[in-house]
């Protein structure tokens, strides 16, 4: 069975993604998410221009040498957009040896570890009461788990508080919107909002928390430091990542639970992190990971560590993305959360799914493949759009982490 078409589609059903399209010569098609959020171009173009003429012809059995072959193969490696390019290409092909073997993907990934995925949803408000409306929302849908932001008292726009209910960072136009920054506000606010989460809902709800990578090691210390009697699932992002050995003195000074990775594209990203166990849930996801081939090779590199999966996975990632990291968090042992959202009306519209969510888990169907299909149509009735992230600043204009 080999590929005889590979077609690109970015469109904009809800918000912008790239969908790739594999057909093979006895007429299956396997499907691949390729979004990276304010890129979506440069992967398009990288899987257009370079990796799909390479594809025609390949056998869709061989997975690992496809993928050998499109990493190995170019003098050029790593990077958000490379992998997320090798990434789709290799879900697809996955998708289509479950189609072809008329099976799950989780069962040629090893079968069941468990039956249900656990996950993670966000609440955001403008001010600690609008924060903890969001919070009692998200419990009565049924998320046994619930990442918690804030806006803070004495700063404008930041991280992870949409203007309206729902969380979206990304804005449509020429150009990115800009926030501006200052950490001390920020460290006083973040133990007084999950002092009163915890007095408002109780012990038993799992609580997050992203600091976006805006923190030096030594104040994610003391900020994880500060939040220990609030018990968190996990703190996430507390500094740039590039250089891992940050994580250790964060290590030496709390017991609060470190999650960080969902910018990481390679084993490398982590190696140390997860060998010396600096982090307790490594947050790479399977669309920018480069895929389920090394996906796999990664968590079971983590497991003897003890470090958990906790792939990202919020709307920026289409329904396909999200079915391949359900399928993955199915057949590794070491599972620990899933992130997820839920999608926007239009985006449910273009991406038909049997995964199902209930009572704060996902259940993944015995659908064949992926368990997803795309509606073409849908999806190209509604037009890429450019849109941003937004860019970061200090108050005295400094550029900073965003």
Known sequence: MKIIDCQVFVSCPGRNFVTLKLTTDNGLVGWGDATLNGRELAVASYLRDHLCPLLIGREVMNTEDTWQYFYKGAYWRRGPVTMTAIGAIDV????????????????????????????????????????????????????????????????????????????????????????????????????????????????????????????TPI???????????????????????????????????????????????????????????????????VSHGGGLTPMMKIAHFAEPYHVKTGCHGPSDISPIALAACLHFGTAVNNFGIQEYMGYADATEAAFSHDYSFGDGYLHVGDAPGLGIEFDEATANAQPYAPAYLPVNRLEDGTMFDW
């Open 219 to 285: 104040e994610a210390a003391r900020l994880a430091q500060d939040l220990e009697p609030y018990h968190l699932f996990w703190l996430e992002d507390t500094v740039p990542a590039e250089h891992q050995a940050s994580f250790r003195l964060i290590r030496e000074k709390t017991v609060t639970p470190l999650a960080v990775g969902e910018v990481f594209n390679t084993l490398h990203d982590c190696q140390q992190l997860v060998s010396e166990q600096l982090i307790d849930y490594l947050r790479m996801t």
């Open 92 to 215: 697809a092909l996955w998708d289509l040896k479950g189609k072809a073997l008329d099976t799950p993907v989780y069962n040629l990934l090893g079968g069941r570890s468990r039956d249900r995925l656990l996950v993670y949803t966000h609440a955001q408000g403008q001010d600690l009461d609008d924060t903890l409306t969001a919070v009692a929302t998200a419990q009565a849908a049924g998320y046994r788990a619930i990442r918690v932001q804030s806006g803070v008292p004495g700063l404008g726009k930041i991280y992870g508080i949409g203007s309206g209910d729902a969380y979206e960072p990304v804005s449509k136009g020429v150009r990115p919107e800009e926030e501006t920054w200052r950490t001390e506000p920020y460290l006083r606010f973040v133990p007084e909002l999950f002092a009163a989460v915890r007095k408002e809902f109780g012990p038993d709800l799992l609580l997050l928390h992203d600091s976006h990578h805006r923190l």
